[in-house]
């Protein structure tokens, strides 16, 4: 097939404003590129990571709720790896995001956890 990497990822936000400050304050995701597509009445904002884009939010009129929980089918979370999954935790809830307890992956015995963005889909923190 000649996969070299994960190109970018895709989110569909239900409020452009509160999503965009979530990614951009709250995670510190650098805007690569940000246009408003008038014939979708449509924003769509390329957002980047350590110099490299990851991210296209996207907004859309009316779109459509996604089950996430119970473990619905699809896609299940976004992840990213830290250092320091604790320091990373606290900083969150210095935020006021509510992030879960710390757990340990039973196979690698690394520790992760999880907090939802504005439109409640799964985000981990992974630590490396």
Known sequence: M???KVHHIAIICSDYEKS???????????IIREVYREERQSFKLDLALNGEYIIELFSFPNPPKRPSRPEAMGLRHLAFGVEDVEKEKSRLEKLEVEVEDIRTDEFTGKRFT???DPDDLPIELYEE
């Open 2 to 4: 000649g996969l070299k």
């Open 20 to 30: 965009k400050a979530f990614y951009t304050e709250v995670l510190g995701l650098d």
């Open 114 to 116: 999880f907090f939802a």
